[in-house]
């Protein structure tokens, strides 16, 4: 061992120890006689002195030609400092060192290796090991262990058994994302990787392991927005002889468990709302719920004059914004420009002022009077102070305007705060969403979702109309998880398939393992998965998932360090039975 | 939730419990007017009783209708059994049934769900699920869960975090058994699957994560022998600012915790043996050291007669077989013919009988006499009673011929008993083995392997001789896990580069992130990984991993259960710029 101590632990109980330490030269500070030399490690900080009166001279001089991030060994006594710093454990104490070797010297780093960092995003990812060794990405990796071991003994402690299911699976058509691989050993066909261990937990449940979990990476190639990454980190989740309720009782309390261990938070039982209440309250079915502004629809108190814009839209909503009543005009109308850019895309916005003394004062006071707006007032639930926003138009549309308003103000009048939490339950998730592109109808969770019973009998009719036992826990404004229970018998997932509109041979290919397993006594089954990355990201209280992945990809899928992906040999296409095939 | 209870804990303490269980028909047994149950979960077995005297008609007539592997729900009361099954935790009760509801129905199972199964393989893997509802497959997963909990709690109490490292990454042509993935986003270019994290971790403690584990998967696409897959699991450890020895003691440590927690077993301080002096004593690297049989080299007392197939041969050695000295002429024979078998290849075997009264009879009676025969004994620790076995030829290949007889006797003696547990360290690796097949030097464990300070300046005279700091952890004459303490200077690095072959431009191709990490502050580090199935399956006393992984693959790296790798779509192929190249 290099070291009988790390660089986090020593405190004045150590005072007069003689011991060893390794790390990395944080900084020096040179005094001429006196040299003080901070070292780090993953555990900590402790400062090293090197004094020409203490210090033999051959170490003495060695100590100043340390540059930052030289890796060193020192042997010394363990003394008090004269000046203490309150602020870290090892404040108390410097090390007076006697021998030093340098085991490994640095080039000045591209970035400084400090909490705020001069580098850029772009020298950061192509340096992430020396990022890592940052406060921020070391914290954050740190974190991420912790509350995967939390899942993994909760989970465990009910029973739950961790299955590790095979990342060389089957392509699915229905899923044209799919990472492939091609087969060596099977000429001209393929794997994929798997975008999520679904049928795989399924056939767990077929086969009797009750309870399942896995803490798995799943690929998705899709383009990248910003934020997501083509491989991701779930906590997968199945469940057999269980209702939603017994789902939605078991994660609520992995989540709560989480909040109190993790971030000593105490939450009491999550809200419940359906997706259609989700959707007309915050037009948007991961509501932030750690602020208000919730909608207030007014087409019953705003189409009833002669304003054309409101009586021909069909929706016009509004919400209340706290204290924002006395926004200047100039304020105001910055933010109707931001409504109007066409990445939110309104084509106007109303807006009412609530006076202190009771009164409005509206962008449409020629339209409507102190009463219609006292009614709007109502319905948007607005404070005298408060400032109400209202838009109009197809709802769908509006709302989701509307929902990207309500965020982005929160965001400006510090609603979203990163150390609270308001986790949550949408429920009742239609069970397939119209796809204008293909003009037919999608699983919106996936195909393997049970249509509520009472509802089955739309599906003919109404498919639109048809609920899913599905549900989603969201926190912050994120959805966090989502599952559902299962089908778990032939012929309804042969409906579905059906309504989904494969033909019974493309079913079968594709699918007929599960439905035969469904036949060799399936029990009735439900499940969810969580997305680690984000999960760990929000209980860090951070917006981005990047500083909670070792080594992310950037948005064109690359890997900016090791400089993936790249070309191979034709040998080896050769060997894989495929070849290039480049678009001049 | 679907039931009150599970089918493995019900007992006399629960009589007159009204309760609800679910699971599957493991077997009913209809007396007409009575008829009997047993109802499976993941948990047990609890019998039920449907009595035509105490039970609804329709229930009564419903429960004759179950067949093997029905999925059903009953309400019922806890009574007491008439007659007692002692060997299952339920045995003292019984379930007299009020309801019953039928989840699923199931079509016959193709082979039996039962301890001892009449489904072979084939059938077993493509109904895998089925097999998962047998308690050998059920308790493995079961088990290796339990395990790789244990592991991450060991480790994650020595401050070990586990990081996640990507799954896509660089194909680098020194391992041409990569598994790769078209990228479409980066056209003409390939991630590659990793056949283990290695350079990530390494990365990770010039990161200054100081300790890092990860259970991950790893891939190689190499033609499968028997019980190898392509997709396995890795325990993945690293370590910085350690010598061997730390590392040694860390695993040493993991190992002997397993023993203790999982099997009860409290194992002493493991023995450490040198690579050479395990090829020496049992002719193998991973030698298993339950059982004695040690190699005698018997040159100085076999070459000095006119024996012209001993004098003649690099290496005479034999082993002495515990109790088999009254093996009949047959019994030689047929060993000698397994020998002389193709995949063992000797071209013949000698054999002393040491006879009980200190006397020796000998297949070489006329070229040696009993003084030669005692020093024969003597060299290979042979008793009266045993049977001294001598194979001869060139050292290493008749050293392999041996072991193998070794480790073939031993099976047939009994002596490899699966609830004892043997491990050992192999360690002082040679650093390079040379490859007949390229005419050239391979790295033995890989290329960051550190070689031994001491040795540096035999790598341009005398690679082969040339020792590392690589070792191994053999457990049962399985090797559970290897490392080595890494290399962790740019100048060493390039320098092993060199003599295995790398012009500079193809070592900073593939590997220069590496190199350049180097340079910015490496620490000294090492590590070791174990291989997850393998170390599952002998502590769990099998010979074999196909059972402890969920959804293994065959020998031609195929799941018959879903059907993969299958082929995939022209649009797709398109999408990924590559095109089939079938040979006709």
């Not at 060997?575 to 480049?582: F, G, K």
């Amino acid at each position: 061992m290099y070291r009988s101590h790390n660089c986090g632990e020593l405190n004045a109980s150590h005072i007069n120890t003689e011991v060893t330490l390794a790390g990395w030269v944080q900084k020096s500070r040179d005094k001429g006689f006196m040299n003080w030399v901070d070292l780090r490690d993953r555990y900590g900080i402790t400062q090293l002195i090197f004094d020409e009166s203490r210090t033999e001279k051959t170490v003495f001089e060695l100590a100043k030609t340390l540059g930052r991030e030289f890796v060193i060994q020192v042997k010394g006594t363990v003394i008090e400092r004269e000046s203490k710093n309150t602020t870290i454990p090892t404040g108390e104490i410097e090390i007076l060192v006697s021998e030093m070797t340098i085991l490994n010297a640095a080039l000045t780093p591209p970035f400084t290796i400090e909490d705020e960092t001069d580098g850029g995003e772009d020298i950061r990812m192509k340096y992430r090991y020396l990022d890592i060794r940052r406060n921020p990405v070391k914290n954050s990796l740190l974190f991420r262990h912790k509350v995967a071991m939390e899942v993994r003994k909760y989970l465990s402690d009910l029973d739950f058994c961790e299955v590790e299911t095979p990342y060389l699976i089957k392509s699915t058509p229905e899923g044209a994302r799919d990472f492939v691989v091609p087969s060596r050993m099977n000429e001209g066909q393929f794997y994929a990787l798997p975008q999520s261990p679904q049928t795989f937990k399924q056939l767990l449940m077929v086969g009797g392991m009750d309870k399942y979990f896995q803490i798995v990476k799943c690929f998705r190639d899709e383009d990248l927005r910003a934020d997501r990454q083509p491989e991701f980190t779930q906590i997968d989740c199945e469940m057999a002889f269980v209702e939603q309720e017994d789902i939605l009782n078991v994660f609520e309390g992995l989540t709560r468990h989480l909040l109190k261990e993790i971030k000593g938070v105490e939450v009491a039982k999550f809200p419940r709302i359906t997706y259609d209440y989700a959707m007309k309250t915050y037009g948007n079915d991961k509501p932030d719920i750690r602020f208000g502004m919730e909608f207030g629809e007014l087409n019953a108190v705003a189409q009833h004059k002669d304003f054309p814009v409101f009586n021909t839209a069909e929706l016009v909503v509004g919400i209340a914004v706290p204290g924002a009543g006395n926004y200047t005009r100039k304020e105001i109308d910055a933010l109707i420009d931001w409504v109007k850019r066409p990445q939110i895309g309104a084509s106007g916005m109303v807006y009412v002022k609530c006076n202190d003394d009771g009164t409005y004062k509206s962008s449409v006071d020629k339209f409507y009077d102190q009463d219609d707006l006292a009614h709007w007032a109502k319905a948007t639930q607005a404070q005298p102070g408060d400032m109400i926003f209202v838009l109009s138009g197809p709802a769908n549309k509006t709302r989701g305007q509307l929902s990207a308003l309500r965020m982005e103000l929160a965001t400006r009048l510090g609603l979203r705060k990163p150390d609270e939490f308001a986790p949550l339950w949408v429920v009742d998730f239609p069970l397939l969403e119209f796809d204008e592109e293909s003009g037919r109808y999608h699983a919106m969770h996936h195909p393997f979702t049970s249509p509520k019973p009472e509802d089955i009998n739309l599906l003919a009719t109404e498919p639109g109309k048809v609920r899913a036992n599905a549900y989603d826990m969201v926190l912050n404004g994120n959805e966090i998880g989502g599952g559902s229970i299962r089908i778990h018998d032939k012929a309804t997932q042969e409906l579905m398939f059906k309504y989904l509109g494969f033909t019974p041979e493309e079913a079968k290919a594709q699918f007929g393992f599960l439905m035969d397993a469904f036949q060799f006594g399936a029990p009735p089954h439900g499940g969810l998965a969580f997305g680690l990355d984000r999960l760990v990201a929000i209980l860090g209280g951070q917006e981005t998932i990047r500083d909670f992945i070792a080594f992310p990809k950037n948005n064109s899928g690359r890997d900016v360090m090791i400089d993936a992906p790249s070309t191979i040999d034709d040998a080896q296409l050769k060997e894989l039975h495929i070849q290039l095939n480049i678009q001049a």
